[in-house]
């Protein structure tokens, strides 16, 4: 009996001889962290809970994985690897860095932990106008008025909602306003007229809606008027009906004629038989005609120029003869 206990004995101490340390890369864990975008080199990510020190040469830790250039280690501190250089942006890196951190003792890997940091945003960009959005637009004058003419369009690279505001001292404002602060659609406030302005210029400020800084940028827009076909023609010389109004009285032409003038054009006074179009933007032709007094033929008219030609010489024994017709001029409307 007493050579089994010594037995028993031999064995359990062989037993006790034979157990392993614990491993110096136990105690750690996984490590899901935030820090805030553009922090700075040397910022404090997280410390690491296992039990060895890497000082000690006993073990060593070892960063892989996508983000791992963007983490160094200080002894068991995990700290941000930035630089002035190179700055933590979320808008370029996305909100998650993601790296694996590997515990060797005796070049043995122990344990490896996942190391996730979330990027938390700042509003460090402003927002832009997309460039194809703010280029001259021609719209016509006859647009009616209340009706959207034109959208812009913003974008935030920090995702911001942005508000459209139309600059109260720029030259045009009153002719537009913006529908809701959101939408970008410039509507028409009152009507056009080519006639008076062949150009309007309005600044656009697009600016964070949900932010504190509330970061703003301004664009020129131009918008071109076209013109259409709301004016009759009139003849000249015109001398306006009232000063201001673009309305023009007829005026008489006058010419002397004898008798031995035959299919000769007449020259008048005080000028030539000529009209213009009221629309002076889309230039449409003109078609004159005599509407009475031609004397069955004696005065014909060229339907493009104008030009009256007497055909017939007058009668000698009528003296002291006026004639006198009346001329009309129209647009030729394109088909
Ligand atoms: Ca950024
Ligand atoms: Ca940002
Ligand atoms: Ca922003
Ligand atoms: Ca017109």
Same mark, same amino acid.
């Given at each position: 009996m007493l050579r089994c206990k010594m037995l028993l004995w031999q064995l359990a101490l062989r037993l006790s001889y034979h157990v392993v340390p614990a491993s110096l890369c136990l105690g750690g864990s996984d490590i899901f962290v935030s820090i805030r975008e553009n922090s700075p080199m040397g910022q404090f990510i997280s410390n690491l809970s296992i039990r060895g020190e890497p000082r000690d040469n006993t073990i060593r830790l070892c960063l892989t994985g996508d /983000?791992? $250039?963007w983490f160094y280690l200080e002894g068991r501190t995990i700290r941000l690897n930035a630089s002035a250089s190179r700055v933590l942006d979320r808008e370029v890196l996305g909100s998650v860095l993601i790296a694996e951190l590997t515990c060797f003792q005796d070049d043995v890997i122990q344990s490896r932990f996942r190391i996730v940091v979330e990027i938390l945003n700042e509003n460090d960009n402003r927002p832009n106008f997309l460039q194809e959005t703010i280029q001259p637009f021609s719209i016509s004058e006859l647009t009616a008025v209340n009706s959207v003419v034109f959208s812009v369009k913003a974008v935030d690279a920090d995702g911001d909602m942005i508000s459209y505001i139309i600059d109260q001292s720029s030259r045009d404002a009153d002719f537009f306003r913006i529908d809701?602060?959101? /939408?970008g659609n410039l509507v028409l406030n009152k009507p056009l007229d080519y006639e008076s302005r062949t150009e309007l210029q309005v600044i656009l400020w697009a600016q964070e809606a949900n932010t504190v800084e509330k970061f703003n940028t301004s664009a020129v827009l131009i918008v071109n008027i076209e013109d259409r076909d709301d004016l009759y023609p009139h003849f000249l010389p015109c001398t306006p009906v009232s000063p201001g109004l673009p309305v023009c009285m007829n005026p008489t032409y006058t010419t002397n004629i004898t008798?031995?003038?035959? $299919?000769a054009v007449l020259e008048f006074s005080p000028g030539p038989i000529r009209a213009e179009d *009221?629309?002076? *933007?889309?230039n449409t032709p003109l078609i004159y005609s005599i509407l009475s007094g031609a004397d069955q033929g004696r005065f014909e008219i060229n339907n493009r120029t104008g030009e009256i030609r007497i055909t017939r010489a007058v009668n000698n024994r009528r003296r002291e003869t006026n004639f006198t017709l009346s001329v009309m001029v129209t647009t030729l409307l394109p088909v």
């Open positions: /983000s791992a $250039d809701l602060p959101n /939408s008798q031995r003038h035959q $299919d *009221g629309d002076r *933007g889309i």
